[in-house]
């Protein structure tokens, strides 16, 4: 048959980008002082007027699933399973707690996708691909609970499945490339179209043996199918184009009786009401959701399996986040921090080469960037961010510097050694628009802002005069450059237009200062240092950088080898979403792939 494969391989970068072309807004909050802990992997809060710790931000995840390609609730046990599609796995968890129950109950598996329980939650059945030669087919398969045998049912080489759901005997899969549903035998065997002509269909839910709603994504659209006399015809759409759901994908029946709808491409959760077809938006965009899948009701909470965040958030009756109840694997924040335009912080990991965005207000994620550095073993040090929005990593192992655009394409920007680049540290944008790089060589390096070309040394290797430096942090402030030099245990100051040695503006140990990699100015005009080698942060006086205190005590909160630090105040909510001009450029081109990749056609 025809077929036009939707799965998410080439544009699931392209959404995570997306998400971050979006510009939605946060709550207001005080500032934050966030200190990234190299040697745990974690980034801890603290009191940004006296220090005290307050708890940890960024905490990693080490076991569970990675990428939430389903989810459903046992009808015997209560548990919560997810479909790990990147690991290829199916965890369980508790429901009310979002404890893992380790080990995954299912392993081997090859991107598992959409699940769905029997009444009695002994069999669960799940969407997921075998090998065929060189390729791979799509399935239905079956977890046998208690015990974990996995049989496979049914598989077809031309299908792509989306959506799954189970009506005592039988299993009805819907298929997003030849655009049909077809039923199943839950013993297993051959399969029978019932609805054909839809465009890529996604979730089914069955309000009854004969009731069928199909999340019909490629048209914006919920329909409704019934059956009489063995065959299913149209009976109504549900869900109109005009509600303003893109790519509407899970179905859930609420308590209430009202219909859920996830968005996958509008990130929110709407509800309808099946007998007047009034709807009207219960999840608001912004609502922590990126790239929503499956949902589920659980009693009073709606579960939304959110995939680009890599989490399952729950949410109230009335569309109020509850939490992120089921978080997925995330990797160890471990090196240099900085805030998006949004208000959001951006964190460098080292451990898993890559750049992670996180809810300035929760600490939820938003979206990852990986491969910060391209090659194996690599490890980004720092990472900052230009009036545009495009995000920047220095790449020790590279001695280059590299960007990743709005839709979170990563490009080489500072070539490898340019300028005599080695082993980049820290990163700054300058009041003149250019980047400033932190060298081992011992110097500050400037390269424009828009082409990446080399400008000039900014720092030499005497400091200016000063005397030599081993940069690592850097930051701008009133018409200086500040410069951490890990040694000698100083901060140096120099001017921001000439690069003319100013002062040492911390002294060599000033305050048991030992080993400073971060620095940062505080609301209060204060400057803020890491010291690594006593676990702490340093209080210096912002016009004299004499000593004021130790504002973070040594290992407090768990403090283990200070990385980098920022002041992070989340930006006031805005009252409409709005995407920027990159946004819409990421979005068109988005839909341009996605229509490419609908229109592939694979060999039966």
């Not at 080698?533 to 200070?562: C, H, I, T, W």
């Amino acid at each position: 048959m025809p077929c036009r494969s939707v799965r998410s391989g080439p544009t699931l970068p392209i959404l995570l980008g997306l998400i971050g072309a979006l510009s939605f807004g946060v709550p207001p909050a005080n500032a934050k002082l966030l200190v990234s802990s190299e040697s745990s992997g974690r980034v801890l809060e603290y009191d940004a007027d006296n220090g005290s710790f307050v708890a940890a931000f960024v905490e990693p995840v080490a076991a569970g699933f990675a990428l939430p390609g389903g989810i459903a609730v046992s009808p015997s046990d209560g548990r919560l399973y997810v479909a790990s599609t990147a690991s290829g796995e199916i965890w369980s968890y508790d429901a009310t707690t979002g404890l893992a129950m380790a080990p995954p109950v299912a392993t081997g598996l090859l991107a598992p996708g959409p699940l769905a329980f029997d009444a009695a939650g002994t069999s669960l059945y799940f969407l997921a691909d075998v090998p065929n030669g060189p390729g791979s087919d799509a399935a239905i398969r079956r977890l046998a609970l208690p015990g974990g045998a996995v049989t496979t049912l049914a598989s077809d080489a031309a299908a792509s499945f989306s959506g799954i759901a189970v009506a005592g005997g039988d299993l009805y899969v819907s298929d997003s490339a030849g655009g049909e549903v077809v039923r199943y035998p839950v013993a297993g065997g051959s399969g029978t179209t019932v609805v054909s002509g839809l465009a890529s269909p996604a979730g089914i839910l069955l309000l009854s043996p004969t009731e069928m709603l199909i999340a019909e994504s490629g048209a914006d659209r919920v329909v409704e199918y019934h059956e009489s006399g063995g065959s299913f015809g149209f009976d109504r759409e549900v869900l109109a184009p005009s509600a303003g759901v893109d790519g509407p994908y899970g179905l859930a029946l609420a308590p209430d009786g009202r219909l859920s709808v996830s968005g996958g491409f509008s990130n929110d959760v709407t509800a309808v009401d099946l007998t007047t077809l009034v709807a009207g938006p219960l999840v608001a965009p912004g609502n922590g959701l990126a790239v929503p899948g499956q949902i589920v009701w659980n009693g009073n909470s709606l579960l939304v399996a959110s995939r680009s965040s890599n989490s399952v958030n729950y949410f109230d009756p009335n569309g109020a986040a509850t939490g992120v109840v089921a978080l997925g694997l995330t990797a160890p924040a471990d090196a240099g921090l900085t805030a998006a335009a949004n208000g959001n912080l951006l964190a460098a990991s080292a451990a898993a080469n890559n750049v992670v965005e996180y809810d300035g207000a929760a600490g939820g994620i938003v979206r990852s960037l990986p491969n910060a550095c391209t090659i194996s073993f690599t490890q980004p040090f720092d990472v900052a961010v230009d009036a545009a929005g495009d995000v920047y990593v220095s790449c020790p192992p590279t001695d280059g510097i590299r960007r990743f655009d709005a839709i979170g394409i990563s490009v080489p920007f500072v070539g490898a050694g340019s300028g005599g680049l080695g082993s980049p540290r820290g990163l700054a944008f300058g009041p003149n628009g250019n980047l400033f790089v932190a060298s081992l060589t011992g110097e500050v390096l400037e390269y424009d802002g828009t082409t990446g070309g080399f400008v000039g040394v900014f720092v030499d290797t005497s400091g200016n005069g000063g005397g030599p430096i081993d940069p690592y942090g850097l930051v701008f402030h009133a018409g200086s450059l500040f410069v951490a030099s890990f040694y000698p245990d100083e901060v140096r100051e120099f001017d921001a237009t000439t690069g003319a040695f100013v002062q040492t503006f911390v002294t060599s140990g000033a305050g048991g200062l030992s080993g400073p990699r971060g620095l940062a100015f505080g609301p209060d005009g204060d400057l803020y240092v890491t010291s690594q080698n006593d676990d702490s942060v340093k209080r210096y006086d912002g016009a004299s950088g004499s000593f004021v205190e130790s504002f973070v005590p040594s290992a407090s909160g768990g403090l283990d080898a200070p990385f980098d630090l920022h002041f992070l105040s989340p930006l006031a909510a805005q009252p409409v979403p709005s995407l920027s001009p990159t946004g819409r450029a990421a979005l068109a081109l988005l839909l341009l792939l996605i229509a490419v990749t609908r229109s592939r056609r694979r060999a039966p």
